[in-house]
């Protein structure tokens, strides 16, 4: 894979489930992520759910099993109205490769915001499942991604082309096929993978949290037909090119990246449960207590087999990102993991490009929420209620860091680290 397929797929497999054909799974968990019916599946996830209390490897099972039920209520929410994918880094939680849907439903505001809370009440589900796991239980789950999957066009069945090894190929713009991924698919999940996989809910949920905590329905009305052009948005008669022009030469990209400016302009967004706001710090802080918890575990593991986060005892490349971990690197995340910490704690300040002696306090960003209004906190206006004196975060500090990585190599780790 390029680097760029690598960076792609890191990201979107922060959706990864579990499936093995190991008799130690409990049987519930083999009919789970090999089921082919979404009725099979949520049966065997309702089988897991009931013998967690009492049994480690089911709750391993059934918080993976919520997990990725929480991407498939985005990802299905998303087919009913008709998505079309940006593919943007700016909109992270529409990144799903959602297949087309010739005869969408119509969205509004109000279904929307529906969508986003179902989605992440499901992912707070899923890290409470996880968390009842005993940090010392002794997991181990050989997992074929092919074998697996979630419905995103809501037919009722998990099809070979909605598999996780189909969803990485979409991702990668067809870097890997079916055929030639099944023998480097297959990892063998263990409770430090637990840890990864709950940190990445708590971030999923740190985003649903922060967009649900204002009422953005003025971008929604204003620039959402980008994103569900037949969906009968507000602005969808006046904007939105005529069907057989919408791939032409001239229509393909540029009305999108009008719309898109248009989305920037219209963020900004009155608060209206600032509690969520809070909660969105919390989740990020958590998720950093669990990336700690993650290397902790790794770093104790005295096997190497197929690992999906190896450790630098653990020789050999992760097969789809191609990155290999050194002890500098693991060292340099965790002294990231720090430089996070007190960012968000406000004991480290972050700065701004045009204002010098002061830097922006981010736990009173989010615990003291304010309206968001982004053109204007990147040229300063609206960030003012939160400027300090203090410690700020110098660029030294980020560098020094991103040179463990190598060149461009800090986002590709984070995204695979979490």
Do not use: C
């Amino acid at each position: 894979m390029t680097r760029l397929a690598g960076l792609l797929t890191s990201a979107f497999m922060l959706i990864v489930p579990l499936s093995s054909a190991s008799a130690a799974m409990p049987e519930a968990a083999i009919t789970l992520f090999e089921a082919k019916t979404v009725a099979a599946r949520d049966t065997a996830l309702s089988t897991l759910e009931a013998a967690a209390p009492k049994d480690p490897a089911s709750a391993y099972a059934a918080g993976a099993g919520e997990f990725f039920t929480a991407l498939e209520i985005l990802a299905s929410g998303l087919h009913r109205h008709g998505f079309e994918s940006p593919q943007s880094f700016m909109l992270p939680l529409m990144r799903l490769p959602v297949p087309d849907n010739a005869n969408p439903e119509p969205l509004t505001y109000e279904q929307f915001r529906a969508i986003l809370v179902a989605f992440r009440d499901r992912l707070e589900k899923s890290a409470a499942t996880f968390a009842s796991v005993p940090a010392d239980a002794d997991i181990g789950m050989v997992i074929d991604l092919t074998h697996t999957g979630i419905d995103l066009n809501e037919d009722g069945t998990i099809a070979p082309d909605e598999s996780m090894a189909a969803i990485i190929a979409s991702l990668s713009r067809g870097g890997i096929s079916s055929d030639a991924a099944a023998p480097t698919l297959t990892f063998r999940f263990d409770r430090a993978d637990g840890f990864w996989l709950q940190g990445y809910a708590e971030f999923l949920m740190a985003q649903a949290d922060f967009w649900l905590a204002h009422d953005f329905r003025s971008t929604f009305d204003g620039s959402f037909h980008m994103l569900f052009p037949r969906a009968k948005l507000p602005l969808q008669d006046i904007l939105v090119p005529p069907a057989g022009d919408m791939g032409s030469s001239i229509f393909a990209s540029e009305w999108r990246i009008a719309d898109f400016i248009s989305l920037v302009h219209l963020v900004n967004w009155p608060v209206v449960e600032p509690e969520r706001r809070q909660a969105a710090r919390r989740h990020l802080l958590e998720m950093i207590r669990l990336s700690r918890e993650d290397w902790k575990a790794i770093r104790a593991e005295t096997d190497n087999d197929r690992e999906w986060l190896p450790g630098p005892q653990q020789k050999g490349e992760n097969p789809l990102t191609g990155l290999e971990v050194g002890e500098e690197q693991v060292q340099a995340w965790l002294a990231a993991l720090t430089m996070a910490e007190g960012l968000l704690e406000g004991r480290t300040l972050l700065p701004h490009f045009r204002i010098t002696g002061k830097g922006i306090n981010m736990k009173r960003f989010f615990d003291e929420p304010k309206n968001f209004d982004l053109v204007l906190s990147i040229t300063g206006p609206a960030i003012a209620p939160y400027l300090e004196s203090g410690k700020i975060l110098t660029s030294d500090d980020f560098d020094q860091i991103q040179r463990q990585f190598g060149g461009g190599g800090f986002l590709t780790f984070a995204l695979w680290f979490n």
